[in-house]
């Protein structure tokens, strides 16, 4: 198991609420990831991080926001939650490791917006 | 541009029996490729990659995976399915020559073990 963290690992809120998902990695990995994934479904790549102070949107358009002001620390802000934002959101970060960077992955926090 | 294709949503086997979890690529140079694994409820867990070399790869619980570059794939292999094998798995790659370090993950492959 990869030390990546998440938290919450499950949240119910309503509609307008400004949430933080958090995300810590205690391995000194300098790039991480933020996966949106509905259930049994594919991944879409919403935000990542090459660094501190380092923050890229990903493929997915999201309205969430991040900061990387921390090696460890990867939090993602919906500032105003919504039903489409309900899915589940998971963390990564990654290492250069056997001639190539390998991505591990937190837990995931279940998001269900009412 | 990197693309990966795993062309069915679920695989069925009985215990016992072998298995193979089917991928294929598309890259512009030559690929990285993964397969991680995702059991209920839980995040990706990473079980192995080809990276250059031997066309075989051995990884975690058993699994591996064969590169075959001539027809883009690199389906994942088990001689002997467990029903704790049942979950989700995904493959995914990175194509070499690009300027990118994220890969790019399929769409998942629900394993359904039968006692």
């Known amino acids: 198991e990869a030390d990546i963290y998440q938290t919450p690992r499950y949240l119910v809120i309503g509609t307008g609420k400004k949430i933080t998902l958090e995300c810590s990695q205690t391995m000194g990995h300098d790039k991480m990831y933020w996966y949106q994934q509905d259930p049994g479904m594919e991944l879409h790549l919403i935000h990542y991080?090459?660094?501190?102070?380092?923050?890229e949107k990903g493929d997915l358009s999201s309205e969430s926001t991040v900061s990387r002001i921390r090696t460890e620390h990867f939090p993602l802000t919906l500032e105003s939650a919504r039903p489409s934002h309900t899915s589940q959101y998971l963390c990564a970060s990654s290492e250069f490791s056997g001639g190539e960077e390998t991505q591990y992955f937190g837990p995931g926090t279940r998001l269900l917006v009412l | 541009a990197q693309s990966v294709a795993q062309p069915e949503d679920q695989v069925n086997v009985a215990e016992g029996n072998p298995l193979t979890v089917k991928c294929t690529y598309s890259v512009s140079g030559n690929p990285y490729l993964f397969w991680y694994v995702q059991y209920p409820n839980r995040g990706l867990q990473f079980l192995l990659k080809?990276?250059?070399?031997?066309?075989l790869v051995k990884g975690s619980y058993g699994f591996e995976a064969e590169f075959n570059k001539s027809q883009t794939s690199f389906h994942l292999k088990k001689p002997s399915a467990l029903v704790s094998d049942s979950a989700l798995y995904f493959c995914a790659v990175r194509d070499k020559t690009g300027g990118s370090y994220i890969p790019t993950f399929g769409r998942g492959t629900s394993l359904i073990v039968h006692p």
């Open positions: 991080s090459y660094g501190v102070n380092s923050t």
């Open positions: 080809y990276i250059t070399g031997d066309n």
